[in-house]
């Protein structure tokens, strides 16, 4: 797979896949490996898609500064990827905790953004999160699904701190739009897809500053998509909504009944609509 150096020297890696002009893509988790979002459900018919594996996971090497894990911190790679990949401007893709990633670089770089989709995104970079009458009305929304009640037991265990493999599994349920074999196997992967270390380093102090990124944001002047998933409770659709509105011009779209990885609940639907808003 290829491979670039960062600002620091640490040696990360990026897979390639698709035709087409080129979307850099930003994995969340955060701390996960870039391999879970596939080919985000055929958009690779549409665009060569170049998946960051950010520093720590997938097939990048661990940094040398464990503080360079944080999410405004992490902004730097994307920009020696930009450079490494020789682009002027970058169409830029963060999905979860890589939107907030792709937030800072938009914040850092205005001017190196040629459009930016935030894909359910993670909104404590705005100071927004689920509360828990979100939580409430999805887990009724799932009422009647035979695994509901021990999802929602394990979430609330996890929650709580006991931030287990079970747990975790168990929960996962509660963030697709349908539970098949399909969501049960990228689930699972999930365990040996992410790195702790990143994952908590990402909201280390200092991460976060809201107030400047609200006022970062209503001066970008960049294309932008901020797109939810209908019944997805980690990024609720009248939060990416809100998200959207801090964005001079942004557009809001939904993927019907998908959770927080729609490309596996409706794939052609996300597809269609991420290649329009690319095409515009």
Do not use: K
């Not at 930016?116 to 404590?124: K, N, Q």
């Not at 037991?153 to 168990?170: H, K, P």
Request: with cysteine; net charge negative; proline share 8%.
């Amino acid at each position: 797979m290829p491979r670039f150096t960062t600002h620091d020297g640490t040696e990360s890696a990026y897979h390639l896949t698709g035709s087409g002009d080129p979307l850099l893509c930003v994995p969340g988790g955060p701390g996960r490996a870039s391999r879970y979002l596939g080919d985000l459900g055929g958009l690779g018919a549409h665009r060569q898609l170049v998946l960051l594996d950010n520093r720590g996971t997938g097939d990048s090497a661990a940094p040398a500064d464990p503080a360079s894990y944080r999410r405004d911190r992490l902004a730097a790679d994307v920009e020696a990827l930009r450079a490494h990949l020789g682009l002027d401007r970058v169409d830029l893709l963060g999905h979860s905790a890589g939107a907030g990633i792709a937030i800072a670089y938009a914040e850092q770089h205005p001017d190196r953004p040629s459009s930016l989709i935030l894909l359910t995104p993670a909104l404590s970079a705005v100071g927004l999160a689920a509360t828990e009458q979100d939580w409430a009305d999805h887990a009724a929304t799932v009422a009647h699904q035979p695994w509901q009640a021990d999802a929602v037991r394990a979430l609330l265990a996890w929650s709580g701190g006991e931030d287990t493999r079970e747990n975790r599994l168990a929960a996962a349920p509660l963030f697709y739009g349908r539970w098949d074999e399909a969501a049960h196997a990228h689930a699972e992967a999930e365990e040996s897809e992410r790195n702790p270390d990143a994952q908590a380093g990402y909201r280390a102090p200092g991460a976060f500053d809201p107030d400047r990124t609200r006022a970062a944001l209503a001066a970008l002047r960049v294309p932008t998509l901020a797109l939810a998933g209908g019944a997805d409770p980690l990024s609720p659709p009248h939060l990416v909504r809100q998200l959207a509105a801090l964005i001079p011009g942004a557009a809001y779209a939904e993927v019907p009944d998908a959770g927080h990885f729609p490309w596996l609940d409706d794939p052609r639907c996300l597809v269609d609509t991420i290649a329009a808003f690319l095409s515009r």
